[in-house]
Each structure stands twice: as C-alpha cells, then as structure tokens.
C-alpha cells in the first residue's frame, strides 16, 4: 500500500481553508487526523492532488460551553473529548462513548469532524449525536455559515450535505435536560462497530417525559425510531417491562440493515432490536433511580 504523490496545504484559516477547497475542486480534499483519509488513498479508493490540512488552525479544535451549549471545535480529537473535564462533568454519556470509540491509538489523532464527515455508517459519535439533537456548523468560501441538524446531516453512505468548498467548523451539543439519563451501546465483531445504540431518556414525577432511541451502524444512516419513542413516553415505572418488548419490535421493524461482514439483513435487524431493548431499558432503569424527587 502506497500513498500517490500530492500537495499539502497548511492553511491558517478556515477562511484560507475553504479558498484552497473552492479552488482545487475536485482535486482538493480537507485533511485532518488523517485516519480514514490516508487509508483509502493508499487503498486507491480516492485520490487527491491537495490536500488540506486543517489541524494547525488555531482555535478550530477549541472545546467550550457556553449556557447549556456544548462546543466542539472540529478538529478536536476523540482523546480531548474523553478528557474534557467540563464533558467529564456536564456530558458524561457524551465521554463514555467516546471512550469506546477504535483505539486510544486512533482516538489521539482521530477528529470528531472526521468522523461525521467521512459519514462511515460504523460510527459511535453520529447515533449517539442524533439521540443529542446536536447541530453542526458549516462554513463555506464566501464566510456564510449554515447550522445544520445531524438528522439531515448524513444523506447516505460516505454522503452528507457538505459542499465542495465546505467544512464542519463545530458541532454543538446541547446539555441534558434535568433527571435525563444517556447510555450508548454497541456490538462489535471487527474493528468498527456493527450496531449502535443510544438512548436518553428524561423522568420526571415517576413518569417517563422524553426519550430518544438512535440506532445507527446497521444501515447506511443513523436513524430515530420515533414510534418506540412515542409509546415509552407517558409510561411509569410499573409498566416498563413490557413497553421495553414494544421497543425491540419496533426496531426491528423500522431499522434498513445492509447485509456486510457483520451479517445478513435478518441477522443485523435482530442485533438492532435486541441491542435497543437492551440500552432502552439499562437508561430508563437508571433515569427512574436517577429521577426519584424530581
Ligand atoms: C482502526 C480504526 C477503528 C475505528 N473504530 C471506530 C469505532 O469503533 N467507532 C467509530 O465511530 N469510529 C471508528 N473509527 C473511525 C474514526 O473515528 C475516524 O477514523 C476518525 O474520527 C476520523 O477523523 P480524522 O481526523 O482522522 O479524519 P480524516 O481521515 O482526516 O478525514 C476523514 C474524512 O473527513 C473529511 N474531513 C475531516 N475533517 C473535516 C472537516 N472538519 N470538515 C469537512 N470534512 C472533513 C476528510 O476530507 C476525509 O474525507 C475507526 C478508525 C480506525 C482507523
């Protein structure tokens, strides 16, 4: 496996950034960890004449919270997201799943804006993102900035609504509502994960208010199953247990696995509605602890 030559930009800016993508075309490419980007050149899947090396900007990487605001600057790495003592903290569903993320290998040099933007459907970060009701910034040449939600971020497989001379400047994750517990599970049998799952769910008065069920790997997109949403809220402690097998079948019977290494159609679709059940009802369990005098 060898790279093909090309050129390295290293730009100072976003603005600079995005100039030298409006420029270059399709022979320009954003350039950050380098971990997907890098492999499937050597892989001959892709192939750029520039590339854009958008690590060395200053303060593109910044991690801050304004309000109950989250900002995740992109070229932040899986590692400082983990560490982030204020996501520690405010957003702790948010760092133990990115603990799970590859490998601290991968983890210290990969991006959270590489991750959504190479829009691999193995990913942690957009199932459990979608379930945060996070929003991305995009920046493009002009300067003009459009926030975009995560639900109509990813458009299919290594597909999101990015333009040529676009890139994700941050990702903005808002604070859980008060009593609202997150838990991300996956299943893994290679390297990256073939179902995840996350769930929030907020109880408040012994009832169950909100919940989000975020299934993603198992298609070419992250998807909200708003009907086992639907049927959780309103429910008290006493009727979890069954409300739980509604989730599992509604899963099932809403998620669109593509058959891979991981398995058949059937098989994935099964893993999705076991996996939900599962998560669905470890979060609730906790948020109904959790939301005792709330
Ligand atoms: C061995 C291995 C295991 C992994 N396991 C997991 C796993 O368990 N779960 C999981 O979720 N992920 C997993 N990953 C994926 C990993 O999270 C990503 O590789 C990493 O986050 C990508 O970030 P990067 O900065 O290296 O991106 P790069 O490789 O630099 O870029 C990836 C793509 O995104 C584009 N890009 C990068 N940044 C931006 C930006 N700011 N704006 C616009 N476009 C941009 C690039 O042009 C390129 O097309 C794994 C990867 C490896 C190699």
Not at 16 to 34: H, I, N, S
Not at 199 to 216: F, L, N, P, S
Not at 261 to 289: I, M, P, T, W
Request: proline share 4%; net charge negative; with cysteine.
């Amino acid at each position: 496996m060898k790279l093909p030559p090309f050129a390295m930009h290293r730009p100072s800016s976003v603005s600079e950034a995005t100039k030298y993508l409006r420029e270059f075309g399709d022979g320009g490419v954003v350039y950050c960890g380098g971990t997907e980007l890098l492999l499937v050149m050597k892989l001959g899947l892709s192939d750029f004449d520039h590339l854009v090396d958008i690590k060395r900007i200053p303060g593109l990487g910044t991690i801050s919270v304004t309000g109950e605001t989250l900002r995740i600057g992109a070229t932040a790495t899986h590692r400082e997201i983990e560490t982030n003592r204020e996501i520690t903290q405010r957003w702790p569903g948010l760092a133990a799943m990115t603990r799970q993320v590859a490998n601290v290998r991968v983890r210290n040099v990969g991006t959270l804006g590489g991750n959504l933007a190479f829009a691999d459907p193995a990913s942690d970060p957009a199932t459990f993102l979608l379930a945060s009701d996070a929003l991305i910034d995009i920046r493009n040449a002009d300067g003009e900035l459009r926030q975009v939600p995560i639900s109509e971020f990813h458009i299919g497989a290594y597909q999101t609504v990015l333009g040529e001379s676009e890139l994700i400047e941050a990702i903005l994750v808002p604070e859980p509502a008060a009593g609202t517990t997150v838990v991300h599970e996956r299943i893994r049998f290679h390297e990256r994960p073939a179902v995840t799952v996350t769930v929030a769910g907020t109880v408040r008065e012994g009832t169950i208010i909100d919940v989000k069920i975020a299934v993603g790997s198992v298609g070419s997109v992250p998807i909200r199953i708003v009907e086992a949403e639907a049927r959780l809220r309103g429910i008290e402690q006493g009727s979890l247990e069954s409300a739980l097998r509604d989730t599992t079948e509604a899963v099932e019977a809403t998620v669109e696995p593509v058959e891979d290494l991981n398995g058949s159609v059937e098989y994935k679709r099964h893993l999705a509605g076991v996996l939900a059940g599962r998560a669905a009802g470890q979060c609730l369990r906790q948020a109904f602890d959790a939301g005792v005098g709330l």
